[in-house]
């Protein structure tokens, strides 16, 4: 009889969810729409995404990154939208928020009757039925039903947690709860049936500019660069407000947990019976990084802390195969040659406070379109020890030059012998 | 007067000389000739060069050959020669020498070559080899991180040898090739002590850049010093090898090490600045041994890092 019971309330509860998504998806496909980027060279769509709208005046979200080629080159593409029932019409771009992955845009020409998305007043609560809309590989618009999960925990760039297929194209796309109201934006995926989303807050954010001009096209670089900015102050104060933890590895004390929202993972080779030497690993990374256009990622942080014990290496043998170990560091963001200036490194042998003498390299590279932005990639190796060494490592992307260089003697000075 | 004939190679390289104390000389493949040549081109009586005894110089008449005479690639059925010229009959080459020309004065003995000779000795050779040998398994056993193989690396580390003793073979066999004496045992010598004192100047460079972190200006010391030692091994492979004037030496070993640099260098200055995900500086590390200069502070570090970014700025605009 329970099982009855219970088998009857599972196909309720299935029923149900499906006359929601139905209900849904007939209440505001008109105010769901196809993004387009298209190249005016070819006429054609480079690429596509989804955006919903959110109010009568014709401003609809989606995502930074699906917008991003125009933001690029304004001059090359132009942004269109597809409707529901098959008309086309083109957008322009009111605002981005980079750090977040939204957009926001407005339509050129309003129609009469103009449908929207009403806005949610907070989250729902963790366990509720959420809908995903959007228009997945261009095969039309669909729903997607999961489950809302809370928000993603200990990020620094704010995330739900969605339990439910996103699939490419369906970035930029509203979801909803029960009621219909946008609780979030699609964004990512994390592999099977995980998902992610801009939060409610973050689009509550962007709606400030709902009445704003539209940007002009040299205007669009100052904005994000001021945004970029904004938030990389905001990461760098809390780090360097922070006490960082420290913990052992091997005989150095090395900074571990430095904030609760970097995830730190470890590793050794102690399983390896025929290696002659011992390396301990600790790396601690920023799990998200800021899109800002195909080519380019910034925002990003990692940590790495390596400690080598030659035990049965001579002097000579371990020091060769250090130097090997510190051969070859590269950038942790992604970066093209149009994007960023060379590497220029600084190299000297450095004591720090607490008496760790390293041989320290201090590399930074410069944001073309962005002033005041750089990415620094720091290698030190100490040379207390004969047969004993500790690598540390960092990369920053995206960093002011104040930022960079207290986080910089925070980090040299964090290193000590037990 | 004497009539003084040289036998010629194919390249004109003197074979034997003939001094004849008499006025004329018969040649031909008869053994009634004065000068007998096994040359089955030659007729049995061929030719006839004699001291015109009016003006004194010397003559040359064929005696009726079948394949004729040539003075200075010319057919002539009599001639007067000069000095130098060259007489081919049938396949063989002779030249007239002028007695009374005097000669070249004598090049002095080198010194260098007498403080040279030490390096003619086998037993010197050998033990370089082998103290060239055990260096490269030394460094490469301080160069691995596995359990070393002296077994497993010693036919890699033979095959390089090998390879470097390229260099004095063909010297040497151009040496044989030109005069007859390939002096190979001073030429491996040689190779084998510019082998070590390359890797000795490789072990300062790292110990210098470890310690003093130098500017863009020691590329250029570098590259001195690696073209003088090139250059000298040129140079001093040459002495050894053939005996020419200093001048030309001097003139070959430079272009050949400008031959030798200039593809390097050229391809290091064109690829320089490339753009890269991997910034370029050096991981040299060395035991704390060959830690000589003195460490500076975390302030003085973040301090000097001011410079970077106004370098990195600079970048920008270009």
């Known amino acids: 009889m329970r099982i009855l019971l219970f088998v009857l309330s599972m196909f309720c509860a299935l029923a149900h969810s499906q006359q929601t998504a139905q209900n849904l998806f007939g209440q505001y496909r008109n105010a769901l729409y196809q993004i387009k980027i298209i190249e005016l060279e070819s006429g054609n769509k480079s690429s596509i995404g989804s955006g919903f709208q959110i109010d009568a005046l014709g401003n609809l979200v989606t995502n930074y990154h699906v917008v991003s080629e125009y933001v690029y080159n304004p001059d090359k593409y132009r942004i269109e939208y597809l409707a529901h029932d098959g008309s086309e019409g083109q957008l322009q771009l009111v605002d981005v928020d980079v750090v977040n992955d939204l957009a926001l845009i407005r339509k050129v020409a309003l129609s009469e009757q103009e449908s929207a998305f009403p806005i949610a007043l907070s989250l729902p609560v963790q366990g509720s039925a959420i809908y995903s809309l959007g228009n997945p590989h261009d095969l039309g618009m669909i729903v997607v039903p999961g489950t809302f999960n809370g928000l993603k925990k200990n990020s620094f760039y704010q995330r739900i947690h969605f339990t439910g297929s996103i699939n490419p194209g369906m970035s930029g796309g509203p979801v909803v709860n029960e009621l219909g109201e946008v609780m979030g934006v699609n964004v990512a995926t994390a592999g099977n049936q995980i998902g992610f989303l801009i939060p409610l807050a973050k689009i509550k954010g962007l709606l400030s500019s709902q009445n704003a001009a539209v940007l002009e096209n040299e205007q669009l670089k100052p904005r994000i660069q001021e945004q970029l900015l904004a938030n990389q102050n905001k990461l760098f104060s809390l780090l360097d407000n922070h006490h960082w933890q420290t913990s052992e590895l091997g005989e150095a004390m090395v900074p571990s947990k430095i904030t609760d929202f970097i995830s730190c993972w470890g590793g050794s080779n102690t399983s390896d019976k025929e290696a002659l030497y011992l390396s301990v690993e600790n790396r601690c990374q920023l799990d998200e990084q800021i899109y800002l256009h195909n080519g380019l990622r910034t925002g990003g942080l990692e940590l790495e802390f390596e400690w080598l014990d030659g035990k049965s290496l001579s002097e000579h043998r371990f020091y060769n195969f250090y130097s090997q170990s510190i051969t070859g560091a590269g950038a942790g963001n992604n970066a093209t040659k149009t994007d960023v200036t060379n590497f220029r490194c600084q190299q000297d042998k450095v004591t720090n406070i607490n008496g760790v003498t390293n041989k320290t390299v201090f590399c930074l590279r410069a944001y073309k379109e962005f002033d005041q932005l750089y990415d620094v990639l720091f290698v030190a190796a100490t040379l207390d020890h004969s047969q004993q060494g500790l690598i540390s490592h960092y990369t920053l992307a995206g960093v002011s030059k104040e930022s960079a260089l207290v986080f910089t003697q925070k980090f040299m000075d964090a290193i000590a012998w037990q | ?318």
Not at chain 2, 133 to 156: C, D, M, R, T
Not at chain 2, 198 to 224: S, Y
Not at chain 2, 268 to 280: A, V
């Open chain 2, 1 to 318: 007067m004497a009539i003084v004939l040289e036998l010629l190679s194919r390249k004109n390289i003197p074979l034997k000389h003939y001094k004849f104390e008499q006025d004329y000389v018969c040649v031909g493949r008869d053994f009634n000739n004065d000068l007998r040549l096994d040359d089955p081109y030659v007729c049995p009586s061929h030719m006839l060069v004699a001291i015109d005894p009016e003006s004194g110089k010397l003559i040359v008449n064929d005696c009726q050959s079948t394949n004729g005479i040539k003075v200075n690639n010319k057919f002539v059925r009599q001639a007067t020669l000069n000095s130098h010229d060259i007489i081919k009959i049938g396949r063989t080459r002779l030249r007239i020498i002028d007695t009374k020309v005097p000669l070249a004065e004598a090049i002095p003995l080198s010194e260098l070559e007498e403080n040279l000779s030490w390096l003619n000795q086998s037993f010197l050779a050998i033990c370089l080899s082998l103290v060239c040998l055990s260096f490269l398994l030394l460094s490469k056993y301080l160069g691995s991180v596995q359990e070393f193989n002296l077994i497993k690396a010693l036919p890699s580390e033979l095959g390089q040898l090998a390879v470097f003793s390229l260099w004095p073979l063909s010297f040497a066999i151009l040496a044989k090739v030109v005069k007859k004496e390939s002096h190979i045992v001073s030429q491996l010598s040689l190779t084998w002590l510019v082998v070590l004192l390359a890797n000795a100047l490789i072990l300062f460079q790292k110990i210098a850049i470890f310690n003093i972190h130098p500017g863009p200006w020691f590329t250029w010391i570098e590259l001195l010093i690696f073209a003088s030692v090139i250059g000298g091994f040129i140079w001093l492979s040459l002495f050894i090898a053939f005996h020419q004037t200093n001048s030309r030496r001097n003139i070959i070993a430079c272009s050949m090490t400008f031959i030798i640099l200039a593809p390097i260098y050229t391809l290091g200055f064109l690829n320089k600045d490339e753009f890269s995900s991997r910034p370029s500086y050096n991981p040299i590390l060395l035991p704390p041994t060959y830690n000589i200069t003195s460490a500076i502070q975390t302030d003085e570090f973040i301090e000097n890092a001011n410079d970077l970014f106004t370098q990195v700025n600079k970048l920008k605009t270009k």
